[in-house]
């Protein structure tokens, strides 16, 4: 199917595991995000790819480790999962003008429970 | 600071009514403004930018430099409006939109 594709939609771990969380695209977009949102806020970058190969820090990287070896693929990392967190995590894309001159594709999100 | 605002948690308005969820955003330059809905068991997506200055699905919004504020409009509500609403802010980069934290908005029948 053509879009943004996020797995597993629903996951809880015990504190300490490591997490991985998968994100796939079919545009060949230049751009992939990846945000969390917690009850009450908005949005915040976690981790953004400009290109394969090619990751940087957003807002809340700490904790979290991205890798963009495919350009269709982006996967999020928690090294060792803390309860802080728990969070639903949406994955992006977008095409090369980047977020600001182009629209951000989301996918469904991925509710992420760390007891 | 980059910050953007939406003062409203929930908005409830009847339908027929008109509609306004408000957007102010702190930003010394010039911002691109957006506002994403998402419709139950549905994806985040755009609903418009300020830029193109188009009306979606009876929608706009106009930008407000002097008083920073971008609110979305609708003179008459539909009951699938109903949604959540987000106002987010790009600045200078290609990567960064500042989100707001959402308005829920219930169109009562």
């Known amino acids: 199917d053509a879009g943004i594709t996020q797995s597993p939609r629903y996951k809880i771990t015990e504190t300490g595991r490591q997490v991985t969380l998968m994100c796939h695209q079919t545009w060949s977009h230049s751009y992939m995000f990846w945000y969390r949102q917690d009850l009450g806020h908005g949005l915040r970058l976690i981790y953004y790819s400009a290109a394969a190969d090619i990751t940087d820090k957003g807002e809340v990287p700490d904790g979290y480790v991205v890798s963009r070896s495919k350009t269709e693929n982006f996967p999020l990392t928690l090294e060792s999962a803390t309860r802080s967190q728990t969070s639903v995590y949406f994955c992006?894309?977008?095409?090369?003008?980047?977020?600001?001159?182009?629209?951000?594709?989301f996918g469904q999100g991925t509710r992420l429970t760390v007891v | 600071a980059q910050r953007v605002t939406q003062p409203e948690k929930l908005l409830s308005v009847f339908k027929g009514a008109p509609v306004e969820l408000k957007c102010n955003y702190s930003y010394s330059g010039s911002p691109e403004l957006f506002w994403y809905v998402q419709y139950s068991r549905q994806r985040l997506q755009l609903l418009l930018r300020?830029?193109?200055?188009?009306s979606i699905k009876g929608f706009t919004a106009d930008l407000n430099k002097g008083e920073t504020s971008f609110h979305l409009k609708k003179p008459f509500a539909q009951e699938e409006d109903s949604a959540m609403y987000y106002c987010?802010?790009?600045?200078?980069?290609?990567?960064?939109?500042?989100w707001g934290a959402g308005t829920k908005l219930i169109i009562k029948p």
């Open positions: 992006a894309s977008s095409e090369m003008g980047g977020i600001r001159n182009t629209e951000a594709f």
């Open positions: 987010a802010l790009s600045g200078y980069s290609n990567y960064q939109l500042i």
């Open positions: 300020h830029i193109s200055r188009e």
